[in-house]
């Protein structure tokens, strides 16, 4: 989930997975899978962000759950394993940067 801003200021709380796309016009405009258009305040590049720091944090928390470690595959293989010694932001980054491969 990933906290944003409506234009009159209200704040909402989104499943990044329900954007189908994401646009600038100037105003930051999401589509939702469902045809629902949200309008808000972050920047697409802070949209994008967001997104990217909640599902490397993701994929994060299911490493460390796993004893053995987790296997994600999208191509080829990546092993993130629990022992990790790395921060929480260094995981978030090793993860951004395998995913933008």
Known sequence: MIELTR???TRLVLNSDLIQYAES???TTLTLINGEKLVVLES????V???ILYRSRLIGEAAR???GG???TSGSSWRATAAQEASPREADLAAYHY???
Not at 44 to 47: A, K
């Open 99 to 101: 995913s933008a491969r």
């Open 70 to 72: 987790l296997v994600v």
């Open 49 to 51: 962000e967001l997104a």
């Open 25 to 27: 016009s100037p105003d």
């Open 65 to 67: 759950a796993c004893p």
């Open 44 to 47: 697409l590049e802070q949209v």
């Open 7 to 9: 234009l009159n200021g």
